[in-house]
């Protein structure tokens, strides 16, 4: 079994900043692509970044020069380095990877994690 496991929501007051951890752990033989992921109340969930193996990466339009991924493959870790937050990024952020896991019936899928609450308020 594979587990995501987030951290670093929270409070913030508009234009601040916030980074966001994420936590592979399990029957991981490799990762592939990394992401997060939010979904704000009555919307659906929408692509934040990603970021492959290789380090390529990729943003939405809305949060491009504000939001920055990074990951540490040694650790299963990506991050989401969070400046200049508005509040319409008020959301509950997912974690995302393609993890191949060695356990029992290996082979390649999607995990999330449990989501971690960010919000932009005064």
């Known amino acids: 079994q594979v587990q995501l496991v987030e951290s670093g929501g929270g409070l913030v007051q508009p234009g601040g900043s916030l980074r966001l951890s994420c936590a592979a752990s399990g029957s991981i033989f490799s990762i592939n692509a990394m992401g997060w992921y939010r979904q704000a109340p009555g919307k659906q969930r929408e692509l934040v970044a990603a970021?492959?193996?290789?380090?390529?990466?990729n943003y939405a339009d809305s949060v491009k020069g504000r939001f920055t991924i990074s990951r540490d493959n040694a650790k299963n870790t990506v991050y989401l380095q969070m400046n200049s937050l508005k509040p319409e990024d008020t959301a509950v952020y997912y974690c995302?990877?393609?993890?191949?896991?060695?356990?029992?019936?290996?082979?390649?899928?999607?995990?999330w994690g449990q989501g971690t609450q960010v919000t932009v308020s005064s």
């Open positions: 970021i492959t193996s290789g380090g390529s990466t």
């Open positions: 995302n990877a393609e993890v191949f896991n060695n356990g029992r019936f290996p082979g390649w899928a999607d995990y």
